[in-house]
């Protein structure tokens, strides 16, 4: 299994670009969720999925659009990049135990 | 609601040394408690786990003890090791299905030679 995968691995946007990061998950997770990481403040929940179809906000969704077509992928959009999302962002997926398996990272600059 | 507090790091060692990093949590109704670690520019992986009071979740070295009474969960292991250096995340969640984790904001170990 290659677990969680997500690309790219970096990239740097100007402001206003529009962009989508990439996940995907081979282990048949039906939860799926997106973070983003920033010094001093742990992990933010943006968006989440309990299954194909059915997505929800987390605690910081604004600017950020998920859809969730098949139980694999769960892709992340910008719809419009602001310097405000420079930050690395993790992809998830969980087991029905709660264990969340996570991506490596994409690390986003907006100039 | 749900939170989680951590120990302000970084947290400086010695090799060999005794680790504790404490965590402690508010919840409504009964968690299951979690350690993950997060490697200089990887994703966080599971490291241990503890599903009900009084359980003990043990991985590589680490341990960590469920206590409802104090509403804690911290991480302790006897004898760290330079490749131990990482940041450490303590979470919780509440139920299952479509209920999120909730971490903490993560201390950072060093460990030096």
């Known amino acids: 299994n290659a677990g969680v995968t997500q690309t790219p691995k970096f990239q740097v946007l100007k402001t206003g670009q529009s962009m989508t990061l990439q996940c995907a998950q081979d282990?048949?997770?039906?939860?799926m969720s997106w973070y983003r990481q920033d010094p001093g403040m742990g992990l933010r929940l943006i968006h989440y999925s309990v299954g194909a179809g059915i997505t929800d906000q987390g605690e910081v969704p604004n600017g950020y659009n998920v859809s969730r077509s098949t139980t694999e992928d769960f892709p992340l959009r910008l719809l419009s990049a602001a310097p405000s999302q420079t930050s690395v962002y993790f992809c998830a997926s969980r087991t029905d135990y709660n264990e969340q398996f996570f991506g490596p990272g994409t690390r986003l600059t907006v100039l | 609601g749900n939170s989680v507090t951590q120990m302000e790091g970084p947290v400086t060692l010695s090799e060999e040394a005794f680790l504790t990093i404490n965590c402690t949590y508010t919840?409504?109704?009964?968690?299951?408690l979690f350690w993950y670690v997060q490697y200089p520019g990887e994703g966080l992986q599971l490291l241990l786990k503890a599903t009900k009071a009084d359980d003990k979740g043990s991985n590589k070295g680490f341990e960590a003890t469920y206590r409802k009474e104090t509403t804690s969960f911290h991480l302790e292991k006897g004898s760290v090791q330079v490749s131990d250096s990482a940041v450490y995340f303590c979470a919780l969640i509440v139920g299952g299905g479509g209920n999120k984790l909730t971490f903490g904001t993560g201390t950072q170990l060093k460990v030096e030679l």
């Open positions: 919840a409504t109704g009964y968690p299951s």
């Open positions: 282990m048949n997770h039906e939860y």
